[in-house]
């Protein structure tokens, strides 16, 4: 590992280079902004990423002639950019990022990632984020590293040692954090009807947002619960403390939280650090259906944007307009259907903000079927909990239809009598 400037370390990007960026909040800002700098001799340098936090300078208009994204998850910092045709958007399912590049797929020339400073062994870890970098790191012809003392020391597959870093910029900056706003009584309802489902001794995958997080709040009189899910967030953190998250039930890692990346506030950063209970996994193995089903009562809680009354479940576009991505969504649905007891649940609000219904008759032309109405179990709102398992399209419907927004029902009904009769 050579130390170096930021304006040295990035002169390893060269026109027509793929170069991967870190992930989520462990985007390395300080090479983000010295690889913008020299948009006025770069052309065509294709970033590929995940979803990360704060700006994304190099996908702005005015060097759209020197980068393009091509992200497997479109965050708010490049859906611009995707709507304006600037950007590009990789469908795939999040534990199969990593063989995009162990396959040579997607051959990456150069890796831009963030990690704590080397022990005395001289490994660094990767931190809050260990996801798909971990193989963009084994198999980039350059690795460049911000080295940040603010980056927790996190362990698993996290740790990278020097000799696998070929150049290093020392830069020490906060991680930025996720401070989730205060639940409201729908959230709160989600969450609850939510944790009705979850067992004593299950293992939880959930994603982020306000319905895990009234989810998580729900739980706290459940008993000795596990987390295996691709995110961890801060309220994970207050069910260890309060005894309720022990994973001793978990067959996978028991006694331990599996997670491929973190996103929440400088508290959960601090419990991770140099924490053995956490354990920050390659996300082609945290993602697995076959490693997750194993798991006991695995119950996988995941968003929609809307849902028809047959059960599709869109989740990354609202009609043609991308949103966000595939994720590992389908992972867990699917292993949660095949876990011994498991749960696999879609949780939303039964509208948006603006009073629309997110249970339709039909997806919005050009949606995005994420998961499909045969992978989908549970459906939760505020109004309720729809079991789907088993049912018929029209009993399907019914049951969605009795979760709906009461404003929207008697309109969905009607919707689903002309499409599937009525006893």
């Known amino acids: 590992m050579r130390i170096v400037s930021a304006s040295e370390a990035v002169q390893a990007i060269q026109s027509g280079h793929r170069v991967f960026i870190h ?13 913008t700098a020299r948009a006025g001799e770069l052309r065509v340098v294709e970033i590929v990423q995940l979803h990360t936090e704060g700006e994304a300078p190099y996908a702005a208009p005015e060097v759209s002639r020197s980068f393009r994204v091509n992200a497997v998850f479109v965050g708010p910092n490049l859906r611009q950019a995707v709507q304006e045709g600037r950007a590009d958007y990789l469908p795939v399912f ?34 809050v984020s260990v996801d798909a970098t971990r193989a963009a790191v084994q198999t980039a012809r350059t690795v460049v590293a911000q080295v940040n003392r603010r980056m927790p020391r996190t362990h698993g597959d996290a740790l990278i040692h020097v000799d ?8 020490d900056e906060p991680l930025p954090e996720l401070h ?62 309060k005894g309720v998250v022990t994973g001793e039930e978990k067959r996978v890692h028991p ?34 259906p076959e490693v997750i089903r194993r798991n006991p009562r695995v119950t996988a809680i995941n968003s929609a944007l809307e849902v028809d009354i047959t059960g599709q479940v869109c989740a990354d ?36 903000s603006g009073g629309v219904s997110r249970i339709v008759s039909q997806l919005k032309p050009g949606a995005g079927v994420v998961t499909t109405r045969a992978h989908v179990h549970f459906v939760v709102t505020e109004h309720g909990i729809a079991d789907l398992f088993g049912k018929n399209l029209r009993q399907r419907s019914e049951a969605l239809i009795a979760v709906a927004s009461p404003r929207h029902r ?9 499409r599937f009769g009525s006893w």
Do not use: W
């Not at 696998?164 to 830069?171: C, G, K, P, T, Y």
């Not at 001794?201 to 306000?210: C, D, K, N």
């Not at 595939?326 to 948006?352: H, N, Y």
């Open 180 to 241: 989730s706003p205060p639940l409201n009584e729908v959230d709160r309802a989600v969450g609850r009807h939510c944790a009705e489902l979850v067992e004593d001794g299950a293992t939880l995958q959930l994603g982020i947002g306000t319905i895990p997080d009234a989810t998580l709040a729900a739980l706290a009189g459940h008993h000795r619960l596990g987390i295996h899910t691709e995110m961890l967030s801060d309220g994970v953190v207050d069910l260890v403390e």
């Open 255 to 288: 006694g331990k939280i599996v997670a491929g990346f973190a996103l929440g506030s400088r508290k959960l950063y601090d419990f991770m650090d140099d924490n053995p209970l956490v354990q920050m996994l390659d996300i082609a193995y945290v993602n697995d």
């Open 23 to 35: 992930s989520v909040a462990a985007a390395p800002r300080r090479l983000i902004e010295a690889m």
């Open 317 to 352: 576009s609202i009609g043609e307009r991308l949103y966000s991505g595939v994720g590992g969504q389908m992972d867990f649905i699917r292993a949660a259907a095949l876990s011994d007891g498991g749960k696999p649940i879609i949780a939303m609000p039964s509208t948006t």
């Open 94 to 127: 999040l534990s199969e990022v990593p063989k995009l590049f162990r396959s040579g797929l997607l051959p990456l020339d150069v890796a831009l990632i963030q990690v704590s400073p080397p022990d005395r062994h001289g490994f660094c870890s990767l931190g």
């Open 410 to 418: 008697d309109a969905l009904a009607a919707e689903a009598r002309r």
């Open 164 to 171: 696998d870093i070929d150049l290093a910029v020392e830069h």
